[in-house]
């Protein structure tokens, strides 16, 4: 009998990429294969997100696009997770009845199970858990990169911010042992990984749970001890969390990259305040001038929202002047978008869909503004790519290739007579010839190319497949 097939869908954040990646490796300890080309699955999972307005419209409307599949297709069954699946809960199958599975954010272990006792009794199942039973790093991982890979430090979120759904769908803040998360990114370096991203709902407040203030610092500057661990990122921090010493350890640390994601949100300290944000402008500006200091060559990007309920124009304009101070390398732009469930929703002076439309358009003028300077000043630099896979779209038709230097930003570049050489997870050193506001390209022919290990795993189709990692001890190898 062949063994069914699987597809996972996945919305969202780098967290549920992540456990999209979990997912899978469960599927494939459970027997299941991954559905190829355009075949139909046996078990599709949606793994959701709930941060968006449109959220419910594109899962429900995905939803129905594969009710006649699956009438069409005896045996095949649906789950959805995640953390859309967390809030709307037995809804789900109310709305769209040919569900098997609804699974929350604490218990993707469960899902194989889930998905044989639906078969076997015939009905769908909804198992949503309060609270985390297992670290998900303790679940196999059918990892997605041969050269970059996930380390979730913590999951969970302490913050309580006006407009965000987060914290009541994935719990409060629960961190891994130091020595749990390391021994992961020694497996994945073991794999040929070069590059990973520690990855937590707010990174920098790492630590309180076993009450290490400082503990955030200690593990970049542990990763450092990891031989063949090329690149380090992580992503997000908060502002409020934001220490000295973590800038210190970037800094000091050769492979952690001078690359810093920080949501701002807004510039305004009257909206920063509705939002529950504590930290305000002129400190957020001081983080990014002590970073600078220690790192001239750092790049930021962030996160802003506009149209947050009682938004002035002149908290808007705010916004504006401290996009262009901070220099910001991209931003990530959202129009407030009303989460039932969150304070923000009920708050007064809800604000026009015209005006918020408006003032977006402004704010993505000043950032592309912003961002295509700063990309400016780095042609003639020399920068070190590591070379993705499909990261641009127009590779094919121009003959280049693409990939992400080590502050983050996008390179597409020409690969002169070499080309045949170069595959995705190897180095390649080149010059930047042209800058646009959200990539660069680099058209003379490379400097130097490196074949690393990461490349082999490509070459020979060999994705990264790591075991759950146990619990640990609370402790930090010295760097």
């Not at 009794?121 to 909804?126: D, H, K, M």
């Not at 769908?169 to 390391?182: A, F, Q, T, V, W």
């Not at 305000?280 to 970073?291: C, F």
């Not at 961002?371 to 590779?395: H, I």
């Amino acid at each position: 009998m062949d063994a069914k097939s699987y597809k996972v869908v996945t919305y969202g954040c780098q967290m549920n990429v992540h456990d999209s990646e979990r997912i899978s490796g469960l599927m494939e300890q459970a027997g299941y294969v991954r559905a190829t080309g355009s075949d139909e699955a046996d078990v599709v999972v949606f793994n959701t997100c709930a941060v968006r307005e449109n959220a419910d419209n594109r899962l429900y409307g995905n939803l129905g696009h594969l009710r006649p599949v699956k009438d069409k297709h005896p045996g095949m069954q649906i789950a959805v997770g995640g953390c859309l699946a967390q809030k709307d809960r037995g809804e789900i199958v109310s709305r769209a009845p040919w569900v098997d599975v609804v699974f929350g954010t604490h218990n993707i272990g469960s899902l194989p199970a889930l998905l044989e006792r639906a078969r076997h009794n015939a009905t769908a199942e909804v198992e949503i858990l309060e609270s985390l039973e297992v670290f998900p790093s303790t679940l196999p991982t059918r990892r997605e990169s041969t050269y970059a890979g996930w380390v979730s430090i913590s999951v969970g979120c302490n913050n309580t911010c006006t407009f965000c759904i987060v914290p009541s769908l994935r719990g409060k803040e629960k961190d891994r042992r130091p020595g749990e998360i390391l021994a992961e990114v020694e497996a994945l370096v073991a794999e040929g990984v070069l590059e990973v991203t520690l990855l937590g709902q707010n990174v920098n407040s790492y630590g309180v749970e076993f009450g290490d203030r400082l503990a955030f610092g200690k593990l970049l500057r542990a990763t450092g001890g990891i031989e063949g661990l090329e690149r380090v990122r992580f992503t997000s921090p908060h502002p409020k969390d934001f220490t000295d010493d973590v800038i210190a350890a970037m800094a000091e640390t050769p492979n952690v990259c001078h690359q810093l994601h920080m949501p701002l949100q807004s510039g305004s300290d009257a909206v920063l305040k509705a939002m529950r944000r504590s930290y305000r402008a002129e400190k957020y500006l001081g983080i990014i001038e002590n970073v600078r200091a220690a790192m001239p060559d750092a790049a930021i990007t962030t996160d802003i929202i506009v149209g947050f309920p009682g938004e002035t124009e002149e908290d808007f304009a705010q916004t504006l002047d401290v996009v262009r101070e901070a220099r910001f390398a991209g931003a990530f732009t959202f129009q407030y978008s009303k989460r039932p469930g969150t304070p923000a929703a009920t708050m007064p002076d809800q604000l026009p869909k015209q005006v918020v439309q408006e003032r977006y358009d402004r704010l993505m003028a000043v950032v592309e503004e912003v961002t295509w300077a700063e990309n400016k000043a780095l042609v003639g630099e020399a920068v070190e790519v590591l070379v993705a896979v499909g990261e641009g779209r127009k590779d094919e038709r121009t003959g280049r290739l693409s990939g992400r230097a080590r502050d983050g930003r996008l390179v597409h570049f020409a690969t002169g007579d070499i080309g045949d050489q170069i595959r995705p997870g190897d180095i390649v050193h080149t010059v930047v010839t042209y800058a646009a506001p959200h990539h660069l390209n680099a058209d003379g022919a490379p400097l130097h190319h490196r074949r690393t290990r990461a490349g082999d795993a490509w070459e020979s189709g060999r994705a990264p497949r790591t075991p759950g990692v146990l619990l640990g001890m609370p402790a930090v190898r010295p760097s």
